[in-house]
T-cell receptor, first 112, second 113 residues
Framework: AQRVTQPEKLLSVFKGAPVELKCNYS??????LFWYVQYSRQRLQLLLR??SRESIKGFTADLNKGETSFHLKKPFAQEEDSAMYYC??????????????FGSGTQLTVLP | DVKVTQSSRYLVKRTGEKVFLECVQD?????MFWYRQDPGLGLRLIYF???????EKGDIPEGYSVSREKKERFSLILESASTNQTSMYLC????????????FGEGSRLTVL
């Protein structure tokens, strides 16, 4: 069974500092990885996905299959980045197991 | 924009009561999902539906049932609410199984006394 681990429940950084939110997964096949974000009093929404290889709001994430990781990084954190971040994994295979498995989340606080 | 609307933002119910949580999406999405969101546990899938009248159990279906009579509407039912079902419930939809992105509702916070 697939599993997603976010080891940090809480993470605080100062404005302008680099930030890295860790995500490790366990899955033997080809995974599809996502980061979702939930800002205060807003709905959960997609931030980025690994197959797009895009940068959204200054965030990037690289899939490292050797380390089974998909860490989210931003070189200079902003106060508006404060939010709950969830890493999620989806199997690439067919069948009913194509739903997302979410990690437990990391609450990021960017201090002024 | 995709709109996923959950009918109740806040509910307070008593132990043993029957609870209905309704979710409606306006983009003709085939797939719909119910998650519960708990601190430290993240999102856990309760039930999902690939199409009208189709449903499959997720990771934590015990104590819940669902109904999907129309494509746009997916209901979560707690037949006899218990205090351990106090949680935030999130509904989500996506166009089809090929699509990666889920679109979420604002959530329904249920408190069972």
């Amino acid at each position: 069974a697939q599993r997603v681990t976010q080891p940090e429940k809480l993470l605080s950084v100062f404005k302008g500092a680099p930030v890295e939110l860790k995500c490790n997964y366990s899955y033997s096949g080809s995974p599809e990885l996502f980061w979702y974000v939930q800002y205060s009093r807003q709905r959960l929404q997609l931030l980025l996905r690994h197959i797009s290889r895009e940068s959204i709001k200054g965030f990037t994430a690289d899939l490292n299959k050797g380390e089974t990781s998909f860490h989210l990084k931003k070189p200079f954190a902003q106060e508006e980045d404060s939010a709950m971040y969830y890493c999620a994994l989806r199997k690439f295979s067919s069948g009913s197991a194509r739903q997302l498995t979410f990690g437990s989340g990391t609450q990021l606080t960017v201090l002024p | 924009d995709v709109k996923v609307t959950q009918s109740s933002r806040y509910l307070v119910k008593r132990t043993g009561e029957k609870v209905f949580l309704e979710c409606v999406q306006d983009m003709d999405h085939e797939n719909m999902f119910w998650y519960r969101q708990d601190p430290g546990l993240g999102l856990r899938l309760i039930y999902f539906s690939y199409d009208v009248k189709m449903k499959e159990k997720g990771d934590i279906p015990e104590g819940y049932s669902v109904s999907r009579e129309k494509k746009e509407r997916f209901s979560l039912i707690l037949e006899s609410a218990s205090t351990n079902q106090t949680s935030m419930y999130l509904c989500a939809s996506r166009p089809g199984v090929w699509a990666g992105e889920l679109f979420f509702g604002e959530g329904s916070r249920l408190t069972v006394l």
